[in-house]
């Protein structure tokens, strides 16, 4: 009796000094132990991690010790396979990630039905070398995919959090008391207000922010979805809500531009939306709230009442001017936090810039225009030269009046085109003027007219072969005298006056916009 | 802010997609660029940022995949993504649709689906930036077509 109390104390003193985690899960998957260095690695006291249960998941959740159970959780195979290894972790309250390497070994009782599990974790952070992606971890390939789809997720997460609602402005204070009303009561929520506001964002943020929810997020667009796509992202949430395990699990179908829905899929939610499958939170997003077009006859009122129990109401920028600075100032540091380059902020001319442009485009505009005005920034402070011009120009224009605009020439256009489709068919028919006029559907004898009427000379024989498939021999090389390609293919080749192809042809169809931005 | 302009890009190795989403597709449909890397879809978002990105992943592949296609929602707002992945990304299939995924194509049968999203959200803005001469002569389909280049490394692969 003695010398097993004196084991159980050696035991315990082993435990409670070694540097390695160790702990001990029933056959439920419940925390029945852990030693204090366990306690140190999750930042938790071993009252609250204890009788925590641990379940195969990768969600997010905002309930920490829901969320460090489920990254100590080992792979559901161990009790049928034995021991093996695997990579437990998860993500810190301060965004980093932590994940290490995990022995398991199944411990069998003296009851047949009763089993243990012993983790025994590495003492380290599970190294990574230059370039992979993953520590490698001799497991499964769903045990690989599981491990990863935790990190992707909980990278995913960090984005999405209440601090990153930034603004002084009673716009924006309100928006914050908006959404943490939201996430308390777990209604279905719909976030309205212009497009590029960020109302996805919000809504994401309402999902990671929710404390019983660590599914997934379903989102569906529903401007461009039909009937079957709509039905495919059902199924796709019907299985997210499967993996993401038990109640109170929650999956969160996120039904962007809820405005744009058609009428046939807007028939086909409300018979889903009428019989919800337990677990799921549904959020949307809209240009126009949902229930004043109900009431207009516009969107079907049964739906706009069970989507839309809170709504938010997201600022447009315009009207909280004083905030973006500070949104400003945020993506900078984003930046910073993202590359190697690190800036301190903008100058305040350019933030007087900022602040005073309409931000047509929202938020998404702004962070375009910053994203911008810091890769091209050589310093370390964002000036007015920075930003791109289409913002200098906005300011500018303000200074100055409104230049005509330039007319379109109509027989340069139609002249132009000719020269280009008589060209590009002589070129693709290898200077046959016969095939040609074949092929652009004209006689002989007017295509030798119209080229001599454009004063066209015959395409040289290494004419530019790349649109000409139906070419025997082998490709010649490339020509100077190609015609104009679209920008998106590859670089505009250089003329002889040193201008781009684009530059030298006239584009009609480009009008002076006086300096403002489209 | 200016007009998004969009295309229609499909990321993928082999061309098979490319050749049955060009099958599914009415011959008035949006014109197919496929593409081999990311280093060719990145130009061309930056013309037209609010394209249409088909990707394909597979069980190597997926997480660089799901790394790009993140980084150009977050980086092109208007820009809208499906994945075309391979049986054995299945389970993925939720995630996928988590990081933006307007859509997934785990065989070919659901392209047609696929395709008439993309059509759909293509059809919301004006084709790419084009000369009044390119947009001509691209309804007839005689700019150059893309040539995707198979000695191209792929990012990130």
């Not at chain 1, 499964?140 to 990190?151: F, G, K, T, W, Y």
């Not at chain 1, 002084?168 to 590029?196: H, N, W």
């Not at chain 1, 290494?462 to 590859?490: F, G, H, L, Y």
């Amino acid at each position: 009796m003695s010398r097993a109390r004196s084991n159980i104390q050696v035991l315990s003193r082993l435990l409670a000094t070694t540097s390695q985690p160790v702990y001990l899960l029933d056959d439920r998957r419940i925390l029945q132990y852990c030693n204090p260095a366990l306690c140190d690695w999750t930042g938790l006291d071993a009252g609250r991690i204890q009788s925590a249960r641990c379940d195969y998941h990768t969600g997010v959740d905002g309930n920490e010790v829901m969320r460090i159970a489920a990254g100590l959780c080992p792979p559901p195979e161990v009790f049928e396979v034995g021991a093996l290894s695997g990579l437990v972790g998860f993500r810190r309250d301060d965004g980093s990630s932590t994940q290490r390497l995990a022995h398991f070994v199944p411990l069998s009782g003296a009851d047949a039905d009763a089993s243990l599990l012993l983790a025994i974790v590495a003492s380290h952070d599970a190294e990574r070398k230059p370039g992979d992606s993953a520590p490698s971890v001799p497991t499964s390939v769903a045990n690989q995919l599981h491990a990863r789809l935790r990190e992707l997720r909980n990278a995913l997460g960090a984005q999405h959090r209440l601090e990153q609602l930034v603004g002084e402005s009673p716009a924006a204070r309100r928006l914050r008391e908006q959404v943490s009303v939201a996430v308390q009561t777990g209604a279905p929520v719909t976030i309205c207000g212009p497009a590029g506001a960020g109302r996805e964002h919000v809504a994401r943020t309402i999902h990671v922010a929710r404390a019983t929810g660590h599914g997934g997020i379903i989102p569906v667009d529903c401007a461009i979805v039909d009937v079957a796509s709509l039905e495919a992202a059902l199924q796709a949430l019907r299985k997210s809500l499967s993996d993401a395990g038990q109640p109170p699990a929650v999956v969160s179908l996120l039904l962007l531009d809820l405005d744009r829905l058609t009428s046939e899929c807007q028939t086909q939610l409300l018979r889903w939306v009428a019989a919800p499958l337990p677990g799921v939170s549904l959020l949307a997003t809209a240009g126009r709230s949902p229930l004043a077009l109900a009431r207009h006859g516009e969107f079907q009122g049964a739906l706009a009442m069970a989507l839309s129990v809170i709504e938010v109401e997201l600022p447009r920028l315009v009207d909280r001017p004083d905030d973006i600075r500070l949104l400003a100032q945020l993506l900078v540091e984003q930046q910073n936090a993202r590359g190697q380059r690190q800036l301190s902020g903008f100058v305040p001319e350019a933030l007087n810039l900022l602040s005073a442009y309409p931000w047509p485009g929202e938020l998404d505009e702004l962070t375009q225009v910053v994203n911008e005005a810091v890769a091209h920034c050589p310093g370390a402070v964002v000036g007015v030269s920075d930003l791109p011009a289409s913002i200098r120009a906005w300011g500018q224009a303000q200074h100055r009046l409104r230049p005509a605009e330039r007319p379109i020439k109509f027989d340069d256009v139609v002249t132009e085109l000719q020269r280009e489709l008589i060209t590009s068919a002589l070129a693709r028919c290898r200077n046959n003027r016969a095939k040609a006029a074949e092929r652009l559907g004209l006689s002989r004898a007017r295509l030798l007219r119209l080229i001599e009427q454009l004063g066209l000379v015959a395409p040289s024989p290494d004419w530019d072969p790349v649109v000409d498939e139906e070419a025997d021999s082998p490709a010649p090389p490339r020509a100077s005298n190609r015609p104009p390609e679209a920008s998106d293919s590859m670089p505009s080749q250089p003329t002889t006056e040193g201008l781009t192809a684009s530059e030298a042809r006239p584009n009609f169809w480009e009008v002076d916009d006086g300096g403002e931005r489209g | 802010m200016a007009e998004a302009r969009a295309r229609l890009l499909i990321w993928e190795r082999h061309g098979i997609w490319s050749r049955a989403w060009r099958s599914a597709s009415t011959p008035t449909a949006c014109r197919v660029h496929e593409l081999r890397g990311a280093v060719e879809v990145e130009p061309l978002l930056e013309t037209a940022r609010a394209s249409f990105i088909a990707i394909e992943c597979d069980l190597a592949n997926w997480e660089s995949r799901c790394h790009a296609a993140l980084k150009w929602a977050r980086d092109y707002g208007q820009v809208r993504f499906a994945m075309l992945a391979c049986p054995e990304l299945v389970p993925l299939e939720p995630w996928f649709r988590e990081i933006g995924a307007v859509d997934v194509a785990l065989e070919l049968r659901d392209l047609g689906r696929v395709a008439r999203l993309a059509q759909r959200h293509l059809s919301r803005y004006r084709p790419a930036d084009l000369s009044p001469v390119q947009r001509c002569l691209e309804r007839w389909g005689w700019l150059p077509e893309f040539k995707p280049d198979h000695e191209r490394t792929e990012w990130n692969s």
